[in-house]
């Protein structure tokens, strides 16, 4: 007699096949890659280049931003490997085998959303602080001003900036889920962080004040900078807006996938 599997169960199924899939190793690796890599890069060249900038850019330097900059490069990573997380199992067909085993399709989803949640909270914290600490090592031999862990300010943006990965990455899941196919997944995401920002630009600036904070990009920034924009939201509003975005897309997801076939 065969029993439904539980929540447990498919959890563990879900996380056995996130580690197994090459695709998955080959993401991490990017992400890894992508937001120390280019921290160390963009510091150095900071560094290098200290003594050229003037004293009004100096006071303005933002040593925690800057060392955060590979984020805005791994959101990338983040949302495929999201994205792939479902779509590969409709692309290959494997998708009929997980329902046929896993008939409660809303249990799938919360397992996969778990494993990704789980996965990318703390790799990406890892990650980011990793990002952070080496930067700010950077600054500290050429004699830059630095951020710290322990000020309170510097400590949010890091952790901040993680969670920020993490959201972006269930975002992927979610646009996976609804339109079920890597490449349209992944042209509507890259659309999303990297397309409307651009198109933004050529609003009324009228209207670009009240739009842009609104997009993800922007609502990641104002996430992980230690000071808080006039023409952005605070960090707890933007967190606020962008879990809402996520549930959002990811609700609309699951709906769509107890409506339709395999």
Same mark, same amino acid.
């Given at each position: ?91 290959? #067909?494997? @998708?009929?085998? *997980?329902? %046929? +085993? ?7 989803? &919360?397992?996969? =959303? ?61 646009? #996976?889920? @609804?339109?079920? *196919?890597? %490449? +349209? ?7 999303? &962080?990297?397309? =409307? ?66």
């Amino acid at each position: 007699m065969s029993t439904t599997p539980t929540l447990v169960d498919t959890t563990r199924s879900e996380w056995f096949k996130f580690r197994t899939v090459r695709a998955s190793f080959i993401g991490v690796v990017t992400f890894i890659f992508l937001t120390i890599g280019l921290a160390v890069l963009i510091t150095l060249v900071i560094k290098s280049n200290w003594t050229h900038r003037s004293a009004i850019d100096r006071l303005a330097f933002d040593p925690v931003t800057t060392s955060l900059v590979g984020v805005f490069f791994a959101q990338f990573a983040v949302g495929v490997i999201g994205a792939r997380f479902i779509t590969s199992e409709y692309a290959s #067909g494997a @998708i009929r085998s *997980t329902l %046929a +085993s896993v008939p409660r399709r809303v249990h799938l989803v &919360l397992s996969k =959303v778990i494993v990704l949640l789980v996965i990318f909270f703390v790799l990406s914290e890892i990650v980011v602080v990793a990002a952070f600490e080496i930067g700010q090592a950077i600054y500290k031999s050429g004699h830059l001003p630095t951020g710290s862990l322990s000020n309170s300010s510097d400590l949010r943006s890091v952790i901040f900036a993680g969670i920020y990965l993490t959201m972006l990455a269930l975002i992927g899941f979610g646009v #996976g889920l @609804i339109l079920r *196919t890597s %490449a +349209s997944t992944i042209s509507v995401y890259v659309t999303l &962080l990297l397309i =409307v920002p651009i198109i933004a630009n050529f609003l009324p600036s009228s209207w670009q004040v009240h739009f842009t904070k609104f997009l993800p990009s922007n609502l990641g920034a104002s996430m992980m900078s230690p000071q808080s924009s006039t023409n952005s939201f605070s960090w707890g509003t933007a967190t606020i807006v962008l879990v809402i975005y996520t549930a959002v897309i990811v609700s609309a997801g699951t709906f769509l996938m107890t409506q339709r076939d395999a």
